[in-house]
């Protein structure tokens, strides 16, 4: 499926260069290990919850972008 966003790597100000990509439904596990590596600040943050552990259901919805809807994107 094309989501009309092209990957692209981009240098941020301390001139890490990041790849970014639209997000697709193998990236599953890579979320579980994202949000396991995430202090519990970040993840409040990031989902406005304390969650311990990113659920399958989460995981899925995120991973699995149905058309029309805003990119989600990954980096690495």
């Given at each position: 499926?094309?989501?009309?966003?092209?990957?692209?790597?981009?240098?941020?100000?301390?001139?890490?260069?990041?790849?970014?990509?639209?997000?697709?439904?193998?990236?599953?596990?890579?979320?579980?290990?994202?949000?396991?590596?995430?202090?519990?600040?970040?993840?409040?943050?990031?989902?406005?919850?304390?969650?311990k552990?990113?659920?399958?259901?989460?995981?899925?919805?995120?991973?699995?972008?149905?058309?029309?809807?805003?990119?989600?994107?990954?980096?690495?």
């Amino acid at each position: 499926m094309s989501t009309g966003f092209e990957p692209r790597t981009i240098e941020l100000r301390d001139g890490t260069k990041v790849h970014l990509r639209p997000i697709v439904p193998d990236d599953e596990p890579l979320l579980h290990e994202a949000v396991a590596a995430m202090s519990e600040r970040t993840v409040y943050f990031r989902f406005f919850s304390p969650i311990k552990r990113m659920s399958d259901a989460l995981a899925h919805r995120l991973a699995v972008v149905e058309a029309p809807t805003w990119p989600r994107w990954r980096w690495r």
